[in-house]
Each structure stands twice: as C-alpha cells, then as structure tokens.
C-alpha cells in the first residue's frame, strides 16, 4: 500500500503560539504552551512522516501563530488548488503566503469570491477508494464553498455538517482511510450526513472513533499507504485499526491540542491523483 511518491507539506512552528481563542481547545492555554516540546513534537512528527513520505517545508511567517497548521493553506486536486479564506480574521493574514505557496509551486488556483468562507484540507477530504471529496461545513467552511468546489476540481463533493463546535473542521473527526477504511466520530455530524456517510461506506470499512478517542484527536490522523500517524489511540482503537492491515505510530501532540491541531491539521499532502 506504501506510495514512496506521497508529497506532504509542512510548516515549522517557529512562531507557533496560542495567542487568541478561535475554537474551544485555545480557551485558557494562552501562557500553557511550551514552544521547546511543541518544536521536538513537531520535528518527532515531520521525521516519523519522512520515513515514508518526502516532506516538503514552507518558510513560516512571524506573527501568524497557526501558520504551522497548513492543512488550512488549502484544498489540492492534481495540479489544482483552492487557497483558504478563513473565517475568523484572526487567520485572514495568512491566506497570501499560502496562495504565493501554490503559485510558486505551479499550481493552478481558483479565485473563490473572498465573502465565501473555506479552511482548505481541513474541511475537504479526498476518500482514498471513491472519486469524492467530503467536505464539511458549519463552522469554519460556508456550504456556498461547495459547489465552487466540486465545479473547479470536476469531483463529486459530499457535503457534511458539523454540529459540535470542538469538531469544527472535519479533518477533526473524520479520517479517510487506504482501502476504503473511514475513522470517523459520528456524534459530530447531523442525521442526514451520518446517512450519506453510512450510505457510501459499508459497515465493515467503518472504524467508529468513541469521545475519549475523538478528544485525543485520534481521527486527526496522517495515513500514508498502510501507515497511521496519530497524536494518541486506546487499546480497542489500535487493536481495529491493526485489524484493518494499518501500522499505528503514536506521536506526543500535546502542544499543537492546545491550539486545537493535531497529526493531520500539521499536514497538507500535495498529491492528490486526479480521477481518470
Ligand atoms: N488554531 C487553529 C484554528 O483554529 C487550528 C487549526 C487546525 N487545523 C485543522 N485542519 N483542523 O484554526
């Protein structure tokens, strides 16, 4: 299952902080962060990634604390990329550094009206059997995104509501798996979209990730090829993850939680193969 050609894009946290309070994991951590560990965690994490993937790394900016975040630069297909536009303005500084990002890098962008909310991979996730995209909204990505998406990637979106603040990028608590497999905590989606996701994957390809697990940020995972990179699982979670063929390698994330970031929000993976 192993792709050695997996390209992932990361940013170093040189000027990581939690220094304002956008989803509810920053509230109170604003003088908790250790930037020494958060820099070890990140390095532990960009190395492990690196044993079976090439990582690419952006040149962060001073001032912009969540740049580290680049699953938030934006959404690729093939050669094509949809930059963010973030909704909270906090973020809104960032969005020209990562669009110069896709341009220097040769991808071709979509010009999404700037009053249209989209946080990038963090709420636009590629299935890795079907030719679809799941792409939430609700908090940080407006549903009028939508369909500019799926219009300019020529790919199905599946749109996906979130109803629980602390899940407010699907990248959160859902996690598309090689072979069809699909983590994922349902609590965290309405009824109609629990149905979609149930209508589209068959019982025996979903891992259903429990609260303590989701609070982990277990579904915030990288996988490449049968490889699973995760902030923390329990046993049971492990145990079903090793059942479906899949190799679990637990990275401390802790300080990157407080931001309310883990495993796959640090990460953007640059080549999205585009549907024959
Ligand atoms: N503090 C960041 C924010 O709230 C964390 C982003 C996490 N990214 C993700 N793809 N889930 O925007």
Redesign the pocket.
């Known amino acids: 299952m192993e792709n050695p050609r997996d390209r992932i894009l990361m940013c170093p946290p040189d000027y990581f902080r939690?220094d304002y309070v956008?989803?509810p994991?920053?509230a109170g951590q604003e003088s908790s962060l250790d930037i020494e560990l958060a820099t070890s965690q990140w390095r532990g994490l960009r190395d492990a990634i690196a044993g079976c993937a090439e990582v690419v790394e952006m040149r962060p900016e001073p001032g912009l604390?969540?740049m580290v975040?680049t699953?938030?630069a934006g959404a690729v297909y093939g050669n094509k990329a949809i930059a963010s536009h973030?909704m909270?303005h906090?973020?809104r500084p960032e969005e020209p550094y990562f669009e110069h990002w896709f341009r220097d890098n040769g991808f071709t962008l979509l010009d999404l009206d700037d009053n249209i909310g989209f946080?990038?991979?963090?709420?636009c996730l590629r299935d890795r059997r079907g030719p679809w995209l799941w792409t939430g909204y609700g908090f940080?990505t407006e549903i009028e995104a939508h369909a500019k998406i799926q219009d300019f990637f020529d790919l199905e979106v599946i749109s996906i509501r979130l109803v629980d603040s602390r899940f407010?990028?699907i990248?959160?608590c859902f996690c598309p798996l090689s072979d069809g497999f699909l983590m994922y905590h349902p609590p965290a989606f309405d009824y109609d979209s629990r149905i979609a996701i149930e209508s589209r994957v068959p019982p025996h390809k979903r891992i259903v990730v429990d609260t303590r697990d989701a609070g982990d940020f277990a579904c915030?995972s990288v996988n490449i090829g049968d490889h699973v990179f995760l902030n923390r699982a329990s046993e049971p979670l492990k145990a079903r993850l090793m059942l479906a063929g899949f190799r679990v390698h637990e990275i401390d994330l802790s300080e990157?939680l407080k931001?309310?970031?883990?495993a796959?929000?640090?990460t953007l993976k640059l080549n999205e193969p585009v549907v024959a």
């Open positions: 939690v956008i989803n994991w920053m604390p969540d975040f699953a938030n973030f909270p906090e973020r946080e990038g991979a963090g709420d940080r407010y990028h990248d959160t915030n990157f931001a309310g970031g883990s796959k929000c640090l």
